[in-house]
């Protein structure tokens, strides 16, 4: 069975500091990849997606990630953190051509003044 | 263009009532999605439409639950006998190609 792993439940960083935020996935076939962003009392929100095209996938507000088949890692970053970035980031997965997604458990961004 | 709306937002019930979350998607989607998402966990798929075909409902916790979309548009996800542990956000999602979902601001159901 699928499943996406995020490591930790929260990451604090300074304002202005790189963001990386974790994603580990385990699949039998290769993934669709997601990440989204959830602010407060609101929807979920693509930030971006692989879909076996390149490797390396640019997503909106500077955000973007690298799918790494070797690590089975899609680790979201940012090179430099903005208060406006502090929200909730979920990365999820699903078959190729499966439309059911599967989820992480979230990770909290905290940005530091 | 308008998103996918959910209403009501908050929902409180009292436990053994039922309740009925409704959901409107993009026009035009095809797609529809129900997920679960407990406090400080991520989402968990509860059931998918393709037009008003449900074609999976394999995440649906218990036969108290059920969901509807009888024209193909609007959603109904209703639950019957509500339980304190049906407490929880239930975000609703609609996609056109069935790959990027759009996800609604979801309605938060707390049963006391």
């Known amino acids: 069975a699928q499943s996406v792993t995020q490591l930790g439940s929260h990451v604090s960083v300074s304002e202005g500091a790189l963001v990386l935020l974790r994603c580990n996935y385990s699949?039998?076939?290769?993934?669709?990849l997601f990440w989204y962003v959830q602010y407060p009392n609101q929807g979920l929100q693509l930030l971006l997606k692989?879909?076996?095209?390149a490797t390396l996938v640019k997503g909106i507000n500077g955000f973007e990630a690298e799918f790494k088949k070797s690590e089975t890692s899609f680790h979201l970053t940012k090179p430099s953190a903005h208060m406006s970035d502090a929200a909730e980031y979920f990365c999820?997965?699903?078959?190729?051509?499966?439309?059911?997604?599967?989820w992480g458990a979230g990770t909290k961004l905290i940005i530091k003044p | 263009g308008a998103g996918v709306s959910q209403s009501p937002r908050y929902k409180v019930a009292k436990r053994g009532q039922d309740v009925a979350l409704r959901c409107d998607p993009i026009s035009g989607h095809v797609s529809l999605f129900w997920y679960q998402q407990a406090l400080g966990q991520g989402p968990e798929f509860l059931t998918y439409?393709?037009?008003?075909?449900?074609?999976?409902k394999s995440g649906l916790p218990s036969d108290r639950f059920f969901a509807e979309r009888p024209e193909g548009s609007v959603s109904t996800l209703k639950i019957q006998r509500t339980q304190q542990e049906d407490s929880a956000v239930y975000l609703c999602?609609?996609?056109?190609?069935?790959?990027?979902?759009?996800f609604g601001p979801g309605t938060r159901l707390t049963v006391t």
């Open positions: 692989y879909t076996s095209a």
């Open positions: 699949s039998s076939v290769p993934p669709y």
């Open positions: 999820a997965v699903s078959g190729s051509g499966d439309y059911q997604l599967i």
């Open positions: 439409f393709q037009n008003e075909a449900q074609l999976d």
């Open positions: 999602a609609s996609s056109l190609a069935g790959d990027e979902q759009y």
